[in-house]
């Protein structure tokens, strides 16, 4: 997946917390929302702080699609919160996306879903 393609997949699902996000998809819209927030902030702390509320809910459903797609529930993204173990949620988020189906749906239809 392309970043512009990751960037339209995500505000598209801006409300779909189900189905699975490769991790190209994840991570390219992860740039996008670190470039745009520093951006923001350049142009005025306000300003930073509305663009990162306005990205806030579909980063967080598009990591819980990243978490459906090493068939993990969504919850775990609850792991920010406890320090240390929010290193085991940053593992998850790099590792390879389950290539079958499983209880959270089909991988995409990224060809590079698969390449670790």
């Known amino acids: 997946m392309q970043f512009q393609d990751a ?4 505000f598209n699902k801006y409300l779909q917390f189900e189905g ?20 923001a902030e350049i142009l005025g702390q306000n300003i930073g702080t509305i663009v990162g509320l306005g990205l806030m809910l579909p980063h967080l459903t598009v990591e819980v ?10 919850w775990w993204v609850l792991l920010k919160l406890i320090p240390l173990l929010n290193l085991l949620l940053l593992y998850w988020l790099i590792k390879r996306g389950d290539p079958k189906i499983n209880q959270f749906g089909a991988p995409s239809n990224n060809p590079l879903h698969e390449v670790s």
């Open 7 to 10: 960037i339209k997949t995500c």
């Open 20 to 39: 699975r996000a490769s991790r190209s998809e994840y991570w390219w819209f992860f740039l996008f929302m670190i470039l745009a927030i520093i951006v």
């Open 65 to 74: 699609r990243r978490l459906h797609d090493i068939n993990k529930s969504g």
